[in-house]
């Protein structure tokens, strides 16, 4: 290893334990300390070549935590050890053989893949004065961001008779985008059972193949927002033109368009404008086009277009397929009543198995304890203990008005006084963070309050917890009760 490099990584890792969150006591402290130590110390530099750092990390789990705990404090070590415009990449240890405090050789599990950044520049074909609602004025040059997971790709989505059709599909039409019968694709299915990961394996297909392609995937709730936001100031046009000039449309939840008819319009024009060009259209849904309720009938029967192919939840041999390939992913081997008694437990959907699998990988990685089945039957035991303590929008509501003495008719009220407004707007905050609810479903529940409203309430709260220590004391106090 190039020793001038291991200096650089050196300060780097000082840089981010002398910047460690303040604790409020010494105790604390030193468990984020003890924390981070646990982690760094299993994490080396392996090149730096034109700007472009990779780290060595035992598994996806390493990568995973980095990229949600310390992803800011990282970059901005580097930014002051390196420079600016350093790129991150990972590569995963090989598994190594049991027993072996190092493996005989650092194998590598093939190339790194970072998660797919902005381009740098605008993609051919878009006018330098067209407005990027993805992009906050006077914030950053136009870039567009595919916001594409590397995880979410068809190397890493196991097949089964639950979505073979929808996968076989899926993989003709990253080859081929826009020029299939399949246009649009329109998944649908329960909840967690993948439609988010095949929609984006199709866009991270295509921006492998055809790197020139502009690929875009996005939530509906953030088309809504972003049409409102265009729309109050009188830049639909501008808006539309954004949006037609993608190669690769990935809308996820489009059921969420239900009942805006402002929005939908937008959509249905783009949508024309695309189909019509030869650009592909991916569309995820809870419900087949026929039962979405409250859509445009013609935008229902562009639905139809293409194909429609219902995902459905995986049975136990999909599931057992699944937690192999995580856990091998991860650097772990279970036996095999190990992995019949997770693939037996979690029956609703992925996103369920995948939470358990993640609390077993945690588990044996911190504590570097060895599993055996009595020890995965208790801690599925303490995730069902836990699950059962929902902490639900009514709840939340409950805390909050305890905690701020006011009555839950003044927290759903229209009123704009700031003590009737902070405490509404931090309920509505907390039921974003701390439930599967939508933008949508918060705003019913607090009132009959519009989702831009709730959208809008979140943000703030977030911008003005980081410079103001009265609502920052609120947030921090608030979490504690609501969790208790």
Known sequence: MDENLMMIWQKCIQFMRDNLNAAEDNSDLKKLEKSFDMLFDKVQPLSLVANNLTLIVPSDFYKEYIEDNYLSLLSAALKKNLGKGVKL??????????????PVTMNMKGKSVPTPKMQETMPQGFSANIVNPFVLPGIRKVNIDSNLKSDYSFDNYIEGESNKFAATVARSIAKRPGATAFNPLFLHGGYGVGKTHLGQAVGLEVKNQFPDKVVLYLSSEKFIQQFISAAKAHKQTEFANFYQMVDVLIIDDIQFLSGKSATQDSFFHIFDHLHQNGKQIILTSDKAPADIMDIQERIVSRFKWGLSAEIKSPDLS???????????????????????????????????????????????TVYKTDLSLELLKDTINKIAANQKKVINIPYIQEVV????????????????????????????????ELTNATFTK???????KDHSTVMYACDTIKDVSKIDKEVKKYVKDLAERIKK
């Open 89 to 102: 990449w990972y590569s995963v240890m090989e598994n190594r053989p049991t027993g072996e405090e190092k």
């Open 318 to 364: 999909t599931r057992r397929q699944i937690i192999v390939d995580k856990l091998s992913r991860d650097g772990i081997v279970l036996p095999g009543d190990m992995l019949d008694f997770l693939a037996a437990e979690a029956k609703t959907n992925v996103r369920e198995l995948i939470g358990v699998i993640n609390s077993v990988i945690a588990y044996s």
């Open 401 to 432: 008005c305890d905690y701020f003495g006011i009555k839950k008719e003044q927290l759903l009220s229209k009123t704009r006084k700031r003590e009737i407004a902070l405490p509404r707007q931090l309920a509505m905050y907390f039921s974003k």
């Open 442 to 448: 918060i705003g019913e529940e607090m009132g009959g």
